[in-house]
């Protein structure tokens, strides 16, 4: 019989793993956590936050570098973080690169009454790309607005457009549920009372509707509303693992202040390890070719007990 859940019984998430694996990730340094990479999961540091997120950004300009008629090309990008997206249009704008046959995949979308939230809306993921990135892009550089992919409620048109051109990384951070993008884990109900969904059933869904995990509500009011909930709704479309596992590369980034430092210790030991667990999300990861992890090294903290 699995842990029941600490802080949402009516959930899976991280606190229902054995005891043994949380304290085996608590204990990890940051050479321990250097070690972890293998074929497969890279692990790279950055001393800097300037450094950190120009490296994210430079993501953008590689993949959009690459595209061609014949071939095009994008990226998959995250809101959170969000520092990278000014940068992303200062550096097309200053190499004068034309997005003519690039492409954009937003990872995710609120969800209100069943449809997917309008630009007007104040936390808005679209919102957010267009008034910190595109918006900013000289016009007769800017990407065709039908180059540009956000999640709907009705997602149809969505997950045809990853069969219109290469997505060669898909960029992500971590929430403190340990999700990429908002693959939250499930409700314990029906089917997964006494066990969460296996990888393989969970690597099956697609862009689809999801209801959050508490953890989630929280920490999005917390890193984006100055702890407002009551200004979070409860549901987002998000990017499924179908459309990850057409991403040529999946590159998370850690800037210390989404996650907690155990978070980014537990996951990184359970793709390191191959321990993928659908109470964990991210951990689905390891069955993915071609995982890499970003750290801000200041941001690695320790999990010693230190009282406040």
């Known amino acids: 019989m699995r842990n029941i859940s600490k802080v949402a019984p009516a959930w899976w998430d991280y606190t229902t793993l054995d005891k043994a694996l949380l304290d085996e990730a608590a204990a990890l340094t940051e050479k321990d956590l250097r070690g972890l990479a293998r074929d497969g999961f890279a692990v790279e540091m950055y ?17 959009w570098r690459q595209a061609t008629e014949s071939e095009p090309s994008g ?73 540009l992919h956000f999640p709907a409620a009705d997602a149809a048109e969505y997950v045809r457009s990853w069969d219109a051109a290469r997505c060669v990384v898909m960029q992500g951070g971590q929430g403190e549920v340990k999700h990429w993008a908002f693959n939250d884990p499930p409700k314990r109900e029906g ?9 393989e059933e969970y690597r099956k869904l697609g862009t689809r509707v999801v209801d959050l995990h508490p953890i989630t509500l929280m920490q999005n009011a917390r890193t984006s509303g100055g ?7 409860s549901a ?28 980014m210790r537990l996951t990184t030991l359970m793709i390191s390890k191959r321990i993928p667990d659908a109470s964990v999300p991210m951990s ?11 750290f801000y090294r200041p941001g690695l903290g320790t999990c010693e007990v230190e009282m406040h």
């Not at 089917?191 to 990888?199: G, M, Q, V």
């Not at 702890?227 to 709704?233: E, I």
């Not at 179908?242 to 800037?255: D, G």
Request: glycine fraction near 6%.
């Open 47 to 63: 001393d800097t936050l300037e450094e950190f997120y120009l490296a994210e950004a430079l993501e953008y300009v590689a993949a």
């Open 75 to 147: 990226i998959c990008g995250p809101i959170g973080p969000t520092e990278q997206l000014p940068l992303v249009a200062r550096i097309v704008n200053a190499i004068g690169l034309s997005l003519r046959h690039a492409h954009f995949w937003g990872m995710d979308e609120w969800v209100v009454d069943g449809r997917e939230v309008s630009r007007d809306f104040s936390l808005g993921f679209a919102r957010a790309d267009m008034e910190l990135c595109f918006d900013r892009i000289r016009p007769e550089l800017a990407m065709p607005a039908e180059n």
């Open 191 to 199: 089917a997964y009372c006494d066990a969460p969904p296996s990888p």
């Open 227 to 233: 702890g407002t909930v009551q200004n979070v709704p």
């Open 236 to 263: 987002a479309v998000t990017v499924g693992p179908v459309e990850t596992w057409k991403a040529e590369k999946v590159s998370i980034w850690h800037p210390g202040h989404h996650d907690n430092p155990f978070g």
């Open 284 to 294: 689905l990861l390891a069955d993915h070719p071609n995982v890499q992890f970003n």
